[in-house]
C-alpha cells in the first residue's frame, strides 16, 4: 500500500495527514478555509485518493499559511509513498470543463519542482479564501513533490468555476502521473534511472 502519515507543527500552522494514494476518494478534511476545504476533497475524489487532514493555521491573519503549508504536508506525503517513484507513469495530463470554464493541467513527476500557473480569476476572494493563494498552492506542491506542475486557464468567467477546474483537473492528471505502468511495474521512468 503506497500510503503516508505526517505531522509537521510550525509556529505558523500545526497539521496531521495520513494519506494513501490507492484509495477511492474518501476524506476528511479540516483546514479552517471552507472553500479550500471543498477544493481538496474536489482534489482528492477525482484523483481516487484517500487523505485525512486537519489544519490548525493563523487563519486570523489570513489563509496564506494554511494553503501554502498544507500543500507542502500533501505533497511530502505523496513523496514519501512514491518512494524511488518506481513503476509510475511519472506524466499525467487532464483537460477538466467545468460549465463556461476550461483549465489544462499537466504534471511530470521529475524530480525538479516548478509550478508554471496561467489564470485570470476575475474575484479577488472566494469566501475566506484568496484566489491568490491558488498559485502559491501549486508552487508549494510542485517544490515538495519534485514536480513540473502546469496549469493554465483556457476559458472561464466565473471564479468559483475557474478555481474547481484547476483542483479536479490537477486530481485527475495526478492520478495518472502516480498510476502503475503495467508494461514496467518495477522501473524508474527516467533513462538517468533516478529520478529523485
Known sequence: MRKAQITRNTTETKIDMQLQIDGSGQQTI???????????????????????????GDVHVDAHHTVEDAAIVIARGFSEALGERRGIFRYGSFHLPMDEALVVCAIDISGRGMAVVDLTIPAEQIGSFATELVEEFFVAFARELGASIHVHQIAGKNSHHIVEACFKGFGRALAQAVAIDPTAPDAIPSTKGTIL
Open 30 to 56: 479540516d483546514t479552517k478555509v471552507g472553500f479550500f476545504d471543498h477544493m481538496l476533497e474536489l482534489f482528492v475524489r477525482h484523483g481516487r485518493f484517500d487523505l485525512d487532514l486537519t489544519v490548525d
